[in-house]
């Protein structure tokens, strides 16, 4: 019998539809764009599905997908957005994040550097998190049904021994901690978008959180809460955290950190800075006796250099959160509608 | 001080852009569309991330992103597929499913009504299989920046002892069974989209296979190699096989079950039903003396009844799937190249 060799596949520059066929240009985008990046002992078994020892223990899993819009911005892309995110889920819920998976959607047309640049970074933003990206998929949709590039990471994590968080656990007398400024990244986003002149100022904040997570863990492994503000910012985790506990939330205006550039990018475009998204921020709540502490290791990280005590835990209106202003008068500060920055994350 | 309370929410029959930003109008959309259906004590926790138990043993993570167009298609839709895809994708692997993430992409504007048919398909086909969607993020995108509805899952399972099955692990003299008759999802999808007459009698054969392959496993646990030919169809996975275990697979024709309705029509549209994918198919590669066993299994479940003995794994002409023709000839069965069906699943 006469057997004649495959036909040379043609070299593309752009996404093809044939490139999420699982034909033989999928094992060529896998091989030309992934592989060079991601390679590991996981991914180089190329099987469906990544396996690895479980427990002892506790595990904690999550999911994101990002839809951000420009995928390349001021302090990052989608790549590492996906990759920090989701680290960061798993480690504001005191697990040690360990892998990842990635699923891209992909715009037929979609230039392969770009994505090849994405794919670097999610390598190295894996790399620097200690995670591995262990199983993927790609699916490519004609041009026009998808916006250039969805990237959807879940984790896994391991939960730390004796430690036990939740939005559930707030309880009065609590400090409310936030790591550092807020709305770097939403505004870095947004002011991109919007093409304003001081985009270049503000750069997205993007960072992978558990080094400095682990730190306070370590010192103060009680603490009652952490969670990462992202989408609808301050303003919505700490609606969340008060309503899930049935705690009351009472803040200093004047103690959140904001950066000039950022303050005056939101009064322009007339958003609070506390509903704006971060990508590399924390909020905790921890026994006031511990604040001292939390605040310490905080500040000693790169990280954590403009951690403030920004409130507390009361017993009065649980559910809401209260700001005092500078003028000494209150207000509440409401969980967002929503729809003021599309496509942030 | 005054507290009023939070205005009332419009209610929409649509997705909003608010709905996916995290505020007041995402919880809505959580209350009213996916909590009814997926509610379960790991949801009800409202952290970022799921907590359970791990371990002992070993464990399979794998994800996969679904884009099929139209979402609904006779014999199922998106949702039932993105669940029963990822549980096969686990169970193939020797592993037991258990969590799943569900990640969702929403285009503005997309019925509300049409979602929770999707979202209450998910949770039956999560029951069915004797799984839980444990977390889950839902993003949404302007009006043309996705095609109505990608979903993504990713899945966890635990590995049954003593079972140790890869796409590596062909031997020569392996028999290769399948499951059943091939082509029905991607023809179903394929002839839905093109309005051809004959669609409403092809159905896509969509279901969670990790029943029938824990029954099989219970009988013998030492098989060599399971893969669901989704993507490619047929012949991408037999090539991917036989190029992992550097082995050859040769087929014969005439043991290859199709329906009539998916002939006739794979003929009228010029593709080799070996090349279209199914989504509640499987192959297995099985030591000679084990076949008539699994078969036997196979045969008397509903999913198998139609399972059949195509071929087996040759020492000769390693990485490549030759098939006999009822004419006594060989083919060369490739590795399609890619795009003739997009979108499939």
Chains 1, 2 share one sequence.
Do not use: W
């Amino acid at each position: 019998m006469q057997i004649s060799c495959p036909a040379p596949i043609l070299q593309h520059e752009t996404v093809q539809m044939a490139h999420g066929a699982g034909g033989r240009l999928s094992q060529e985008l896998m091989k030309r764009v992934f592989m060079p990046h991601l390679q590991n002992a996981f991914l180089d078994q190329l099987d469906d599905q990544a396996k690895f020892d479980a427990g002892p223990g506790r595990m904690a899993f999550t999911t994101d997908t990002y839809v951000v819009s420009p995928i390349f911005f001021p302090g990052g892309n989608i790549g590492e957005l996906a990759v920090n995110g989701t680290v960061n889920d798993l480690a504001v819920g005191g697990a040690v994040p360990r892998y990842l998976s990635a699923g891209f959607v992909l715009e037929e047309g979609l230039a392969l550097e770009e994505l090849e640049r994405i794919v670097k970074s999610m390598a190295e933003s894996a790399m620097t998190a200690g995670v591995m990206i262990v199983c993927g998929d790609t699916k490519v949709v004609q041009k026009g049904q998808c916006d250039r590039i969805f990237i959807n990471t879940s984790g896994i994590g391991f939960i730390r021994e004796g430690v036990s968080v939740s939005c559930r656990y707030l309880q009065p007398g609590d400090a409310i901690i936030l790591s550092g400024t807020i709305g770097d990244h939403g505004m870095a986003v947004m002011t991109t978008r919007a093409g304003l002149s001081f985009q270049s100022r503000i750069r997205s904040d993007t960072a992978a959180l558990n080094g400095m997570i682990g730190e306070v863990l370590d010192v103060v492994p009680g603490l009652h809460a952490m969670r990462d503000p992202t989408r609808g910012g301050v303003a919505a985790t700490l609606n969340e955290l008060a309503s899930s506990s049935s705690v009351g939330i009472e803040l200093d205006e004047l103690t959140i950190p904001v950066r000039e550039e950022v303050r005056g990018a939101a009064e322009l475009l007339g958003i609070d800075p506390l509903t704006i998204a971060n990508e590399g921020k924390m909020l905790l709540a921890v026994p006031e006796a511990d604040a001292a502490t939390v605040l310490s290791v905080m500040r000693a990280h790169e990280y954590g250099r403009d951690a403030a005590l920004i409130g507390k835990v009361v017993a009065d209106h649980p559910g809401m959160v209260i700001m005092r202003t500078p003028y000494g008068s209150h207000r509440i500060v409401e969980m967002p509608l929503g729809e003021q920055l599309p496509r942030i994350c």
